[in-house]
């Protein structure tokens, strides 16, 4: 297929012919001064541009064509090129009821470049076609300095859900908005895998890319502007409002399944030796040079509504891809990423009611069909029915995963220029497991082979009420804004069938009485036959929950000009939630223009992130692998009288104070942004080790949530780029973008608790390699007429784990005492280089093709053995371990 799409547009490219000219100029304020970050757009098209910190741009653009240069805070300009090659622009500062505010600053007239705090603003449509990655996370991971993610593999719900962090905190800890409004988060609570470990997160590839406008990250605490989870920072994702046609894409894109490494013969998913995705029961399959096919369709199409500016913007995306397969060991046959259907809708719309007021609403739906290897279940082995899978087999964990969002509104503003806006934003998030190529060992030969097994949804609705005005005749600009907040949160977790949870005596009936029941006997090693879908155990009805709580809210903002040169911001909110209390925090920044090129800023603040429900209530049943060895455990939820018998107390609210200082300049087409932080958090929220757990029935151990750490995170982040053009048509630009992050665990709260197993060193080599400690990357794009090239390198650092070893004694491995245990348990993950390559080719007008590879040169993490946590050769560090990505991309327009 993707030699037949390459040759396909090689003839196209062959056959278009047309005509184009390149366009160069400034945009300035009313002022005369340079507006740097406009976004400027060749009408009817996604071909664009953004104006550098001199307020310079440059674009190649087809005959005819009209320009539409568009900013924060100013009214949009269209322009005619009509033959001329040099088009400077002056732009009105304005005050459009429909314009998004940038995210940490509520006044109209800030920009990126100029608020007290540092915020990182991604043109999408640009990262998207110099990138082969397809979901947003993947974006981010290499186009943000201190934003983190990447796949995970025998993590259960996080093979499906990947957790993403900033700076280095949990996934819970950054607010995700969309057009400024609170998204809900994820149900699904991590319990594996070596990011956010006891965390619930949301789901950000659960948005489309083709619906998004920009994204902005502010890389700074706001819990006293936006309340609860932006303690690492806010991301808010703008969606498109263009109303100027059809745009859309077709991309497709494989792995190379040649892995870097040291591998055995007969190791699983080696030649000769891999896993069939396609059939169960441990089948061997074909060899194959290319897995993890991707197919990725995405349309966006905008209408007007009205004559005064009113809009309706629609997208749409289907997503398939399939399996990758690693290599892996006899325990662990299906190591590699989950296979992915989904299909995504978004609308984004407004409509004028007069000069002043508005109605808005936005939202949409994601469904996603996700499949994914567990463990293997090898004989001999009770947990097997041989009749059943005569060689073992691979139990796949699929789920369906459907978020479903809407938000509403007005706008309007006074006659004396107050601002308003009412709101309503509800979101749901529903995980759905099925479990599949499975059985329940107790039903020994009359079992089914697939089951379903529940879930858990959480469903947030959230009322705003926010006032704003920005006053020019008080010194030299004052913006204020206050407002209110009532927010409601429900979790749910909902039983399976009961083949999925129940155990089952010798005569198939349902176990209730096991002093007059026999459970079954495997006949191969004489162990009792396990009850329950082997691979993920689903929820009964004892575990079910159906909890909800309120949340209200008060804050206020302001920013005062107190100088043409100094800015001061200030912020307050106070919270008060139905189940634990309030709590009230507090924000202070300030940027200082020290001259015409450089901007000095800073803040401190205090922020908190209340326990979710789901760390609250959540509570399973599972069998979790150690050192391939199987062992029932028990997850109790927090309002338990079993967890508060081993001594862990009621979750409270986590804790932080935040601190930053950094400083911009630019120097000629040279613009630099550096920013260290500081973060510190209290009682942190934990998922802790495996406690024995005699006294409960059926159980070896049992874990719980705990307020159980608190830390100390310091780090840098360091933004530099430099623009220059050539001519008329041509331009080339470099960007460096690097964070060096150092997180310390201060204290663990353990109370009377061994500390090993409350949270022990592997369970915090596992919350430190939360983010690496320093993410360095470097990007070139040269820029010619219809040609365009992009070459980037990101350098990952060493990250530290420990692995299943530290469970063991030390004497049976051979080591002298328990620290020499520790020296052989570390696995080094040495720091490596990544090396992304793209071509892009404008066929025509109206289409244009990009190929290119992610990994080039197929990097793999280097550190290898047969302990790590997902049971395959790597652990998922760095920048995972799928290898080199190649991929093909048209994208079109008319």
Known sequence: MKQTLLVALCLLCATFSFAQQSISGTVNDDQGNPLPGVNVVEKGTNNGASTDFNGNYSITVQDGATLVFSYIGFNTVEEAVNGRSTINISMQAGESLGEVQLVGSRSPKRTATDTAVP???????????????????????????????????????????????????????????????????????????????????????????????????????????????????????????????????????????????????????????????????????DDQSFDGGSVKIGVNYGVDLGEKGGYANFTAEYVSKNKTLRPGFDFRRGFGEAAIDGFNFFANAAFPLSDKTEIYAFGGRNFRDTDAFAFTRNNPTARNVTSIYPNGFTPRITSNIIDNSVSAGIRTETDSGWKIDISNTYGKNNFHYFIKGTLNASLQEGSPTDFDAGGHSLSQNTVNLDFSKYYDDVLEGMNLAFGAEYRTENFIIFAGEEGSYGTYDENGILITDPGNQTQPIDPDTGDLRPGGSQGFPGYSPANEVDRSRSNFSLYA??????????????????????????????????????????NIRGSISTGFRAPSLAQIYYNLRFTNFVGGQ??????????????????????????????????????????????????????????????????????????????????????????????????????????????????KIKDVKNGTLDEQTFFGE??????????????????????????????????????????FQVFESPADLGYANFEELLVGATDTYGAKMVTDLAFGFQLSETLKINVGSNNLFNVYPDQQDDWSEAGGYWDAVQMGFGGAYYYARLGFNF
């Open 630 to 743: 199987a062992l029932e455990s028990v997850l109790s939820p927090n309002n338990s009288p079993v967890t508060a018998a081993f001594g862990i107390g009621p979750l409270e609210e986590e804790t932080a104070f935040n601190a930053g200082l950094g400083f911009t300049a630019t120097i000629g087409d040279f613009t630099a942004t550096v920013d260290g932080y500081f973060i510190d958090v209290k009682d942190r929220i934990v998922l802790t080790g495996n406690f024995d757990a005699v006294g409960i029935p059926g159980v070896e151990a049992a874990q719980f949530f705990a307020n159980g750490a608190d830390t100390q995170t310091t780090g840098l982040d360091v933004v530099l780029s430099w623009r220059k053009s050539f001519g008329d048509d041509s331009s080339f630009s470099a960007a460096f973008i690097g964070n060096i992050n150092n997180m």
């Open 557 to 598: 903002d302001a920013e005062f000009d107190l100088s043409q040169s100094f800015l001061l911001s200030a912020a307050a909110r106070f919270e008060n939630y139905s189940d634990f209390g309030s709590t009230l925090n507090g924000k202070l920044a300030a940027r200082l223009k020290a001259s015409d090129n450089v």
């Open 762 to 803: 592997r369970d915090k080599a596992f919350l430190l390699a939360s983010a690496p400690d320093s993410k360095l990357s470097l990007n070139l794009n040269y820029k010619r007429d219809w040609f365009d090239a992009a070459l980037s390198f990101t350098r990952f650092s060493e990250v530290e784990l420990l692995d």
């Open 119 to 285: 915020i990182d603003v991604i043109d999408i449509a640009e990262v998207t076609t110099q990138s082969g990655k397809i979901e947003v996370n993947e974006l981010l991971q290499y186009a943000a300095p201190s934003f983190n993610a990447n796949k995970q593999s025998g993590s259960d719900g996080a093979d499906h859900i990947d957790p993403a962090t900033l700076r280095g905190l949990g996934p819970d800890q950054t607010l995700v908005l969309i057009n400024g409004k609170r998204r809900h988060s994820s149900s699904l609570i991590n319990i594996f895998g070596t990011r956010g470990r006891g965390n619930t997160g949301t789901d950000l590839n659960a948005i489309p890319a083709s619906a998004i406008k920009r994204i902005e990250i502010l890389r700074d605490g706001a819990a006293a502007q936006y309340g609860s989870d932006a303690i690492a920072g806010v991301i808010n994702i703008v969606l498109k409002d263009q109303t100027d046609g059809v745009t859309g894409f077709i991309s497709y894109g494989a792995y190379s399944t040649n892995a870097d490494g040291d591998f055995p013969d007969g190791t699983p998913n080696t030649d000769g030796n891999r896993l069939d995705t396609e059939n169960d029961g441990n089948r061997i399959g």
